[in-house]
């Protein structure tokens, strides 16, 4: 299961997020493999997927979509998002092309995040869509300004105490970067690398952890 997590403030949006897979085999023995979790889709702004994997799947297409259309701005990616995910979702169902036993896997999120360098307030917004039941519609999760995707009730508290302030992006994303180092340690499900996300007025910019060691 991945692990992502957000913080958006006036400057900014921090993201952290793990590359790692566990594929489940009918004997209950787990694999694991580096994956692709992460997708740009203009230059300001990106798109992270967690929970089942066809997810990385659906990204992939939406970001060709995107290229194709021309699309850079959040608000009308969010709209495209919205009318192709649900049928290319019931598509992959339909075709099965995905299928789990396990009720915890059928949940898949899409997190959607960026700049708007037209506005003048609200430049740095986010937005998740889920589906968390197996033929559950895609919906909008309602989040606060920090959130984690599985949810972490400790981290996003810490996050959501933050202090306001120049310094505000830098410490939310050293919390992100401890507590996946401590999940990559505790856990089979997470692992490197990690990728540190940070999305300003001046783009976005990714700074990536090989290891944690």
Known sequence: MTQILLYQCNQGIALATDSKAVCFLPDEQASSFEVQKMFGLSPH??????????????????QSLV???GFSRLDEIIELAKAFLPDQIAEVYAEEIYRSDRQELDRVYFVFAGYNPDQTEDRFQ????????????????????????????????????????????????????????????????????????????????????????
Not at 45 to 62: D, E, K
């Open 45 to 62: 702004v990106i798109l992270l997927t967690a929970g089942a994997g066809y997810g990385i799947l659906l990204c992939r297409q939406l």
């Open 67 to 69: 290229k194709s259309r």
């Open 126 to 213: 986010f937005a998740i869509l889920a589906s968390e039941n197996f033929g559950e519609p895609l919906h909008t999760v309602k989040t606060g300004r920090a959130v984690a995707i599985p949810r972490k009730l400790g981290i996003e508290y810490k996050l959501s105490h933050l202090t306001a302030g120049a310094g505000e992006l830098d410490e939310a994303l050293a919390l992100c970067e401890s507590f996946l180092i401590k999940l990559c340690r505790e856990t089979q499900e997470v692992g490197p690398p990690l990728h540190l996300v940070r999305i300003t007025e001046a783009g976005i910019n990714i700074q990536t952890r090989v290891s944690v060691e």
